[in-house]
Each structure stands twice: as C-alpha cells, then as structure tokens.
C-alpha cells in the first residue's frame, strides 16, 4: 500500500502529535519514492534542524537542496529517482513573495522597508501556517518534483495550516479588510470626518495609544500591498483545492500510546471535518510480539552469562508492552468509523538516525 502512494501520489502531507517521529519519516518516505525512481523532496515546516539530522546534513535551507546519492553510499540502496529537501523559513517566504509580485521596484522596496512589515514578517508564531501554504503552492506549481512530501508541525499547529487557505482567502473577502484598504483612513487627520463617529472615537484611541506615525507606517503598508492581495486570496483557493485533490494523500502517525492515539483521533476528526483525502494511518515504534527462534537464542546466551532471571524479567517487561501495544492498536481500530489501511513500524533495537536509520525505516516500509 505505501509503495503505491509514493508511486501514485503527488503530494503526501504527514501528520501527528509532537515526537512521533514524522520527521524521520517524511524524509523516509521521500527517499523510498527516490529509490523507485521519483524525483521526490521533502519540506519540513519544523524550525528544528530533525530534518537535517536524519539526512546526515549539518543543515537544509530555505530552497531546495538535493541530497547527492553519496550521502547514502554504503547503505546498500540504489537511487534511480533524486531526493532533494528544504526546511521553511518564514521571513524569507514572506520577502519572497513580496519580491515577486511588488508591481514595480519603489512598491517592493516600500514593503520591504516598512517597519510594520519588518516586524510581522519576522514573527513566527501566527504567520508560519500561511507562510507553509505559500511555499507548498510554490514548490507544487513549478512541476519540478514527481512527490512533495510535507512534514506538519505537531497537531495544533498542523491544524492550523489546514486551515490556512480558507482562513486567508475568507480575511482578503472580509469587507472590514477591504475598508481598512482605502487610503482616506489613515493618511490624513481630517479623513477621519469620513468615518461614522463610533469608527472616529476608534480611531482618536488609537492615535492616541499608538501613535499617528504608526498609523500613517500601517496605512502605507496597506496601501502597497492592496494590489497584491487579490494574488495572495488566488493562492490561497488554489492550496484549499490542492490539499483536496485525489493526487494528494494525508497521512498520519502515531505511537501506540494514549496520549498520542488521542491527538490523532482528534486530528483525524479535523480532516474528516474538512473533506481532506485521508486513507493511511502509521503506527510508529510498535513493540511487537519476540520472535520464538529469537527468544530460543537469547535464553541460551543468557543461560552462559548466568543471567537467567535477569534475562527473563527483561522479556517479560517486554512481553507486556508488545500486549500494551497491541490492544491500544486494536481498541483505535475498532472505534475508527473511517476506513482506512493501517502500517506499522517496529520499535528497532537502537536509536534511528541518519542515512543508514532511513534506510533501515525505509526497507520495512516497502
């Protein structure tokens, strides 16, 4: 089943709770789409350096980077495909998008330079969904790449990015936004006689609170953007029919554990809720049952070592969290309305990092 999404698909957006280890297998699952010979990149929008990490890489930058084949010598893989990967930085996407559809050079340099811009394009928080759909419409309409993978931040913000597009085009319609638009409100002191007296006393407030050199900064800035803002209302219709397209598929991951299965139902909800294309849910260091022929040799390992209760007691300990496991997974099962394929990955024996952990990830996925 997932060989045929990395075959079929054109996008695959991951998500999840926080430490369920998407990172690592977003860019597993750009690999495995190399290996079969796809051109596939991965964009994380977590600010953490994971994505690097697990490439092997020191770091990943705002615009596509191919991992050269070398980076996986000695794994055993060959790569017919090519696995590029980026990482989302918000104030970059933001000058990006104002360097490329600013009507004219004054226009962009007085974005660029306004102070109010200045400060919000380098706020993160609020900005980074809008910033991700932005980049997402980016990468996806340039047609350079077979699979984009997305990796979401945790659930909350994921969440948020979802709902993204709706939320921007639904703003850039609000006829609130339009009138803060026209340029008679801020510019001038005596503009304010156009405005109904509860709009005025508003304003006097404000003036008062803020400033009018801010609002003359907040005016100018609405009125160099206003031009672009149709643009930016486009795009975002286009991620909302984007996200919903048979060739997109979401995907999500969790541990089994009840916190995590929680956040995922909850999460599962939300993409029901908008009539996202969902079918395939990754449970992720699953503890499964010890093998009898792998059980046979340890105990005989630890009947040398004179270990033996030692060695049971592990086991044992063991043993329980495979049944805890298991039953979380089958009670998620059985309360899920939704049908859907299941995948699970085992928990491996040492930590998973690296080129050599993807390929390791990416050989049991396949």
Known sequence: MMKELLLEKKILIVCGSGGVGKTTLSAT?????????????????????????????????????EIEAKVFKGCGISMPGALSAMMLDTKRTFDTIIERYAPNEATKTAILNNPIYHHLSNMVAGSTEYMAMEKLYEVYSKGAYDLLVLDTPP????????????????????????????????????????????????????????????????????????GMLEGFKERAEEVGKILRQDSTQFLLVATPNRLSIQESKFFLNKIQELELPFENFIFNRVHSPLENAWVAETNQIFNKCDCVTAGKNLMTMYETLAKQDRTLINKMKSELATPCTYTEISQFETDIHGPQGLVKIGNALL
């Open 155 to 226: 659930t909350q913000h994921a969440l948020d990015f979802l709902d993204a597009p709706s939320k921007m085009a639904n703003l850039l319609g609000d006829s609130l936004f339009k009138l803060l638009l026209k340029p008679s409100i801020f510019l001038g002191k005596k503009s304010f006689q156009v405005l109904q007296s509860g709009s005025k006393k508003l304003l006097r407030v404000l003036d008062k609170i803020v400033g009018f050199e801010f609002l003359q900064d907040l005016s100018v800035l609405f009125l160099t953007t206003g």
């Open 29 to 65: 699952l750009a690999l495995n789409a190399a290996r079969l010979g796809r051109r596939a990149i991965v964009l994380t929008i977590d600010p953490a350096k994971r994505l690097a990490n697990s490439l092997g890489l020191s770091q990943i930058g705002h615009e596509p980077q």
